[in-house]
T-cell receptor
Framework: SQQGEEDPQALSIQEGENATMNCSYKTSINNLQWYRQNSGRGLVHLIL?????REKHSGRLRVTLDTSKKSSSLLITASRAADTASYFC???????????FGAGTTVTVRA | EPEVTQTPSHQVTQMGQEVILRCVPISNHLYFYWYRQILGQKVEFLVSFYNNEISEKSEIFDDQFSVERPDGSNFTLKIRSTKLEDSAMYFC???????????FGSGTRLTVV
């Protein structure tokens, strides 16, 4: 299966702390994307990292990609209560053009 | 910022009834998708659509499902005879081409009773 798998499943941190979550996948990819989903709501695209990129930043988000290990990480720095959500990695495989989602990491930021 | 718009936001239907979920993708996007998320589970791919035809579909997308782009702006998902297990959040997505990220709509929560 191409699906990304996130780790940990759940994460609880204090406001101001950093949150790190990881994603592993199985086959070659064109890119890997991270999405946020607030409870019962839609998917919000956060960041896309291409297979030839190793690191990407967007505001308080930092994404790394290690294609040799088939893994990615998402770091949220200086977390806020509003960052409370589920975070999903999704892989865009080399041999097809659909996203395969992982099960997600549920992040709770305590005020 | 351009959005993908989905209607309705929530639909309740009786088992066996037909439902049509509607989506308006971003106007210059060329690739369109439907995904679904059963409560508490992963987001699953249903179907992709390009150049007025289905480019790929999953095993979930059986004969009960169909998609259409009837007028060049709307993109619809029809379920002909709904089952209880079709209850899920259905997401429409579009992108300008295959090297870009997706823009997802806010979803339609379908409840089959």
């Amino acid at each position: 299966s191409q699906q990304g798998e996130e780790d940990p499943q759940a994460l609880s941190i204090q406001e101001g702390e950093n949150a790190t979550m990881n994603c592993s996948y199985k086959t070659s990819i064109n890119n890997l994307q991270w999405y946020r989903q607030n409870s019962g709501r839609g998917l919000v695209h956060l960041i896309l990292i291409r297979s030839n990129e190793r690191e990407k930043h967007s505001g308080r988000l930092r994404v790394t990609l290690d294609t040799s290990k088939k893994s990615s990480s998402l770091l949220i720095t200086a977390s806020r209560a509003a960052d409370t959500a589920s975070y999903f990695c999704a892989t865009d495989a080399s041999n097809d053009y659909k996203l395969s989602f992982g099960a997600g990491t549920t992040v709770t930021v305590r005020a | 910022e351009p959005e993908v718009t989905q209607t309705p936001s929530h639909q309740v239907t009786q088992m066996g009834q037909e439902v049509i979920l509607r989506c308006v993708p971003i106007s210059n996007h060329l690739y369109f998708y439907w995904y679904r998320q059963i409560l508490g589970q992963k987001v699953e791919f249903l179907v992709s659509f390009y150049n007025n035809e289905i480019s790929e579909k999953s095993e979930i997308f059986d004969d009960q499902f169909s998609v259409e782009r009837p007028d060049g702006s709307n993109f619809t998902l029809k379920i002909r005879s709904t089952k209880l297990e079709d209850s899920a959040m259905y997401f429409c997505a579009s992108r300008v081409d295959q090297s870009y990220g997706y823009t997802f709509g806010s979803g339609t929560r379908l409840t089959v009773v």
